[in-house]
C-alpha cells in the first residue's frame, strides 16, 4: 500500500462529512421561508462551502479507494459517477446561490429536489459497497414481526459436500469474497470461483496440503497473510478439517456427507440435533395426572414422592423419611397412583405381609430397590405381577435361586442385583437364561491388598 | 409475586419499620433478595420464597436424569496424566532434551521460566481390559476396572493457578461468588433423605484446597445448598450430641419453638435466610439421630474395610471414600471428595512425578476402586455418577523455577491438556474420548472445556444446562456461564 491508497482508506470517514452539511441545507432549503434565507445568506454559504470541500475531499478518496480493486465494477462505477455529479451541483449552488434565491426560487426548489434524489442515489450505491447489495433489503412482510435467533442453514449427514462448504464459507468469507466484494479479485460463492483463485494466483491445488488456502487459514492468527483478518470471527479448527477434506475428495459436489462417509472427527460442523434421551426407566407415553388427594395422604405419611420429570407426571416414592408404623398404610395408598408410580425405594425397611401384597397392584413400576429389607422367596411372589420392571434391587435380602423363579415373567428386565442374597454365582447361568436382557450380578468383588497399598515408596 | 401482594408488601414499609431496618441494617438487604428470584424457566419447580415450605425438599429436574447423584473426587493440586493416564512414547525419546520454542513462544507458565527440558513420562504403560484402556504402573487397582470408566482425555481450562482453577472446575467461574456445581444440583433436585444434608464435603491430604471453602460455597443461591464439611477424624459432625442434662424432647420442644418464631419473621420478610435458618435447625435435630449411625463407618465389616484400604482409628482419605459410599447409599445427593497434595513441581521429594505422586497414588487407588466396584454390586453405579479429576494438567517438560532445574522431578502446571475419568449411568463404559499431541502437550481431537464437563454432568441429573438458570442481579446465571456443550460422544 502506497500512501495515497492509505488516504483511499478514509474515504468512508470523510464521505459522512458532506452529507450531514447537505442535510441541513436541503431542511433549511425546504422549511425556512426565502426571506429569512435571504437573511442568512452568508451562513448559508458558509454551509454549502463546506459540504462542497468535504464532498471533493470523498471524491478524491473515493476514486483512490475505487481503483485499489477489490469492489464489484459496476456498483463502483454507478457511485462513482452519482457522487462526482452531486460534488458538481454543490459547487454550482454555492456560486449561483445569490441568484438562485433572489431571482428564480423555482431553481432553487429544482436543485434542492436535485441534491436530495443524488444524496440518496449515492448514499445507497455507497451502502450496497460496503454491506453487500442486500443489506437495505428489507425482510418479507412474513418475518417483519420474527424476533428472537435468525434460522441458519444447518449442514446434517444428507447435505451435499458442496452445500457444507458453501454453507461454512457463507458463514465466515463471504462478506469480503462474495457478491458485492471481492477482496483481493477473490470470490469464493461458486466452485468455478474458488477454482479461478484471486490476485495472487491459484488458491486450489490438487491436496489441500499444497492448497493457498490451507495455507491462509492456517498461519498463526498474528500473521499478516491470515484469513479471515485477526479481528474477525475465526473459523473453528473443525471447519477448516473439513475444508481440507474436502479439497482432498476433489471439490466433491452432488454426494451427500453420508455417501462420502464423512469421518467422525469431522461430525462437529453438523447441526446438532437435541440429544435423545433413551431411557427404559420412564415410558414413552406420559400418563393423565396423579390424585391430588392420593398424594397429599402420601406425604401426610411421610413417603417422599414426587414428578419424575417436570414436565410428566409420572412420579418416584422413597421411603427414606418413613416412621414404620406408616409404612403399611403408605403401601396401600400408594394404588391409588399406580398409573403413575414408575420408581419405588423401600430400602432399610422391615414390611409387614400386607405391605408386601399391597406391592402387586403397582403393575408399573420400572424400578424398584427393597436392599436391605426383610424381602424373601415368600414375598417375592408379589413381584410377579410387576412386568414393567427394568431396574430390580434385591441387594442384602433373603431371596434364594428358587425364589427367582417366581419372576421369570418379569422378562423386560435389564438389571438384576443379588449381592449379600442366597443367591450363589453358580446360579447365574440359570438366571441369564431366564432373564435373556439382563444384567445379573451377584457382586462380591474384592480388591486385594498389595504390599505397596500399605508401604512408602522411596527412591 | 402478583401486583397487588407487591403494592400490600410496600404499604407495609412503614416508617416505623423503615428505622427499624435501618437499625437492623441488613433489612435492606433482606428486601432486596425477597425481590429476587429462584426457580428455573420450563421447568414446574416454584420460586422458593413462594414455596414457603422445605427448601431442600426433591424437585423433579427437566427430564429424567441417568442418575440421581454424585461422587465427586478432586485431587486438589492436579495430578500428572502425562504418568497415569496419558501416555506419550515420544516425549521419552525426547527426556532431558530442550524444549522447542513452539512449546513457549507466547504462552505463560506459573513456574517455568526461560527454556527448560523435556520429561519424559516416569511410570510404566500398559493396556487394559477389553477396552485397552492405557493406565500406568501407579495405579495398579483401577486398571483392573478400567472397563468401567469413561475417559476424557483432552480436558483443557485456562487458568493455571489452583485456586481460579479450581473455582472454574467447580463453580463455572474463575472469580469468587459463584455457587458450585454440588450446590446448584441440590438447588435444582432437593434431596430425598431429609435426615442428611444433601450436599457433603469431605476432605483429606492435610489441607483444605487452595481455593478455599469457597469451592463448596453456594455463592447467590441461598445458603441452604452450600456443602456441609464433615470431619474426617473423630465424630464427623462436631457437637451432634446433646450438652449434657439436656434430653431429646427438651431439644424437639426448643426446636420447634425456634422454628415458629421464625416462621412468624418469615411471614413477614419473606426471607429465604429464614428459611434456611429454620430448616438447617430441624436438619441438625434430625441428624443427631441418623448422623451416628451413618457417618459411623467403624460398624461397616471387616471385609469392606479390607476392600477400601479404610481404617476408622486414621484420618485417610480411603475413610472418606467408605463413607462417600455409606452416604449416597442412604440418598445423599451430591457428595464432593477434596484429597489434597497432587502439585507435583519437582520441588521436594513428596512433591514430585516419580515419587511424591507414587505414594499419592498408593493413598487413593485402592479406596477409589473399590468404591466403583462397591457401588456397582450394590446396583448404585447405575445412578450415581463418579466423576475423578483434578483442577489442570501438567506440562510435559521439566519445571525450571525461575530458570533453573528443580531438584526433583516434576512438571509445572499446564492448562492445555489433561485427563479426567467419570463412571456410572448414562456413560459409555470402557471408552476414552479425545486425544493430545505425540508430546502430551494440547488437545488435538476431542478437547472438552471444564464447562463441556459441567454441562454433561447436568444433563445426566436431567438438567438443560443452559435452562437451568438462577436470576442474581437482573440476569440469569448458570453453571456453565455461556459456554458449555454437552459432550455427547461419551454418552451410551
Not at chain 1, 420474527?146 to 442453514?153: L, M, Q, T, V
Amino acid at each position: 500500500m502506497n500512501i495515497f491508497e492509505y488516504f483511499g482508506n478514509f474515504h468512508p470517514l470523510v464521505v459522512h462529512l458532506p452529507i450531514g452539511f447537505l442535510v441541513v441545507f436541503l431542511l433549511l432549503g425546504l422549511f425556512i421561508p426565502r426571506q429569512k434565507l435571504i437573511d442568512a445568506y452568508s451562513i448559508i454559504r458558509l454551509i454549502l462551502l463546506t459540504s462542497a470541500l468535504f464532498a471533493t475531499a470523498s471524491s478524491i478518496t473515493g476514486y483512490i479507494l475505487s481503483i485499489s480493486g477489490s469492489y464489484d465494477q459496476e456498483v463502483v462505477s454507478n457511485h462513482k459517477w452519482f457522487g462526482i455529479v452531486l460534488t458538481i451541483v454543490n459547487w454550482i449552488i454555492y456560486f449561483k446561490l445569490d441568484y438562485l434565491l433572489h431571482t428564480s426560487i423555482r431553481n432553487f426548489r429544482l436543485s434542492l429536489v436535485f441534491v436530495l434524489v443524488m444524496l440518496t442515489v449515492t448514499g445507497h450505491a455507497g451502502g450496497s459497497l460496503t454491506h453487500g447489495s442486500e443489506f437495505l433489503t428489507p425482510p418479507p412482510p412474513d418475518q417483519w414481526l420474527a424476533f428472537g435467533p435468525k434460522e441458519k442453514r444447518k449442514i446434517t449427514m444428507s447435505s451435499t459436500a458442496l452445500e457444507a462448504t458453501s454453507i461454512i464459507l457463507e458463514e465466515n468469507c463471504y462478506a469480503c469474497h462474495g457478491r458485492s466484494k471481492q477482496k483481493g479479485e477473490l470470490r469464493l460463492d461458486s466452485k468455478e470461483a474458488i477454482l479461478k483463485g484471486g490476485e495472487d494466483g491459484k488458491i486450489i491445488a490438487e491436496h489441500a496440503a499444497d492448497s493457498r488456502i490451507m495455507e491462509l487459514l492456517l498461519l498463526p492468527i498474528d500473521d499478516d497473510d491470515h484469513m479471515p483478518p485477526k479481528e474477525k470471527k475465526q473459523l473453528a479448527d473443525v471447519e477448516i478439517n473439513y475444508l481440507a477434506w474436502w479439497i482432498d475428495h476433489a471439490m466433491n459436489e452432488e454426494k451427500t456427507l453420508e455417501e462420502l462417509e464423512l469421518p467422525d472427527s469431522l461430525h462437529g460442523i453438523l447441526y446438532e440435533e437435541e440429544i435423545q434421551i433413551i431411557n427404559n426407566l420412564v415410558p414413552d407415553k406420559d400418563v393423565k395426572e396423579a390424585d391430588e388427594k392420593a398424594l397429599e395422604r402420601l406425604n401426610g405419611l411421610g413417603v417422599t414422592i414426587f414428578p419424575i420429570e417436570s414436565d410428566a407426571n409420572f412420579l418416584s416414592a422413597n421411603f427414606a423419611n418413613m416412621l414404620p408404623e406408616n409404612i403399611t398404610p403408605a403401601m396401600q395408598e400408594l394404588e391409588k397412583v399406580k398409573s403413575q408410580l414408575i420408581w419405588l425405594n423401600l430400602d432399610y425397611h422391615q414390611l409387614t405381609p400386607e405391605a408386601w401384597t399391597a406391592l402387586s397392584k403397582l403393575e408399573n413400576l420400572r424400578k424398584f430397590s427393597v436392599r436391605n429389607t426383610n424381602m424373601d422367596d415368600e414375598f417375592l411372589v408379589h413381584l410377579s405381577p410387576l412386568k414393567s420392571l427394568v431396574y430390580l434391587n434385591l441387594v442384602d435380602t433373603k431371596v434364594t435361586d428358587e425364589g427367582l423363579l417366581q419372576l421369570k415373567e418379569l422378562q423386560k428386565l435389564e438389571s438384576l442385583f443379588l449381592y449379600q442374597t442366597m443367591v450363589g454365582k453358580n446360579a447365574i447361568a440359570s438366571l441369564t437364561q431366564m432373564f435373556p436382557l439382563a444384567r445379573i450380578d451377584t457382586g462380591n468383588y474384592f480388591v486385594p491388598t498389595l504390599v505397596s497399598d500399605t508401604t512408602i515408596f522411596h527412591k | 409475586m402478583n401486583e397487588g401482594e407487591r403494592i400490600k408488601k410496600l404499604e407495609e414499609q412503614t416508617r416505623r419499620l423503615f428505622l427499624k431496618n435501618c437499625t437492623l441494617g441488613l433489612g435492606g438487604l433482606a428486601f432486596s433478595s425477597m425481590l429476587g428470584s429462584c426457580g428455573y424457566s420450563g421447568s414446574g419447580s416454584e420460586n422458593m420464597a413462594e414455596m414457603g415450605g422445605n427448601p431442600m425438599a426433591p424437585k423433579a429436574p427437566q427430564y429424567a436424569g441417568k442418575v440421581k447423584q454424585v461422587i465427586y473426587i478432586h485431587m486438589a493440586g492436579a495430578p500428572s496424566q502425562l504418568e497415569l493416564f496419558d501416555y506419550k512414547p515420544e516425549l521419552h525419546k525426547l527426556d532431558g532434551k530442550t524444549c522447542p520454542q513452539s512449546f513457549l513462544e507466547g504462552k505463560r507458565f506459573a513456574f517455568i521460566r526461560g527454556v527448560p527440558t523435556m520429561l519424559g513420562p516416569q511410570a510404566k504403560f500398559k493396556q487394559y481390559g477389553d477396552s485397552g484402556a492405557i493406565i500406568s504402573n501407579y495405579l495398579p487397582h483401577l486398571s483392573t476396572i478400567a472397563d468401567e470408566l469413561t475417559f476424557l482425555k483432552a480436558v483443557h481450562t485456562d487458568q493455571f493457578n489452583h485456586a481460579p482453577a479450581q473455582l472454574l472446575m467447580q463453580t463455572g467461574g474463575a472469580r469468587l461468588g459463584r455457587p458450585c456445581m454440588g450446590s446448584w444440583v441440590t438447588y435444582g433436585l432437593g434431596t430425598e433423605n431429609a435426615n442428611l444434608p444433601g450436599f457433603v464435603v469431605l476432605t483429606s491430604g492435610g489441607n483444605n484446597p487452595d481455593a478455599g471453602k469457597s469451592v463448596w460455597g453456594s455463592g447467590f443461591l441461598p445458603s441452604v445448598y452450600q456443602g456441609v464439611q464433615c470431619r474426617s477424624d473423630g465424630t464427623p459432625v462436631l457437637f451432634i450430641d446433646n450438652p449434657e442434662h439436656i434430653s431429646r424432647e427438651s431439644r424437639k420442644a426448643s426446636i420447634e419453638a425456634l422454628s415458629k418464631v421464625n416462621k412468624l419473621s418469615y411471614d413477614e420478610f419473606k426471607d429465604p435466610e429464614i428459611l434456611t435458618r429454620i430448616s438447617q435447625y430441624e436438619l441438625a435435630f434430625k441428624m443427631q439421630a441418623t448422623v451416628p449411625d451413618v457417618m459411623n463407618i467403624a460398624d461397616e465389616p471387616e471385609y469392606i474395610h479390607e476392600m477400601y484400604g479404610s481404617d476408622p482409628n486414621k484420618s485417610i482419605f480411603a475413610n472418606n471414600v467408605l463413607l462417600a459410599r455409606k452416604l449416597v447409599e442412604r440418598g445423599v445427593r451430591f457428595v464432593q471428595l477434596y484429597d489434597w497434595g497432587w502439585d507435583t513441581h519437582g520441588t521436594s521429594e513428596k512433591g514430585s512425578v516419580d515419587i511424591g505422586l507414587v505414594n499419592k497414588c498408593r493413598e487413593t487407588d485402592k479406596s477409589v476402586t473399590a468404591l466403583i466396584l462397591d457401588l456397582k454390586q450394590r446396583g448404585l453405579l447405575d445412578e450415581t455418577l463418579v466423576v475423578w479429576g483434578g483442577e489442570f494438567g501438567r506440562t510435559p517438560m521439566q519445571e525450571f523455577r525461575e530458570g533453573k532445574e528443580n531438584i526433583f522431578k516434576g512438571r509445572d502446571h499446564h492448562s492445555e491438556a489433561f485427563t479426567m475419568w467419570m463412571a456410572g449411568g448414562g456413560l459409555k463404559k470402557g471408552f476414552s474420548y479425545g486425544e493430545t499431541d505425540e508430546m502430551g502437550y494440547a488437545g488435538i481431537n476431542g478437547r472438552v472445556s471444564v464447562h463441556d464437563i459441567q454441562a454433561t454432568i447436568l444433563h445426566l441429573l436431567g438438567f438443560d444446562h443452559e435452562q437451568f438458570t438462577y436470576k442474581y442481579q437482573g440476569r440469569d446465571f448458570r453453571l456453565t456461564d455461556v459456554h458449555g456443550r454437552i459432550i455427547k460422544e461419551i454418552l451410551a
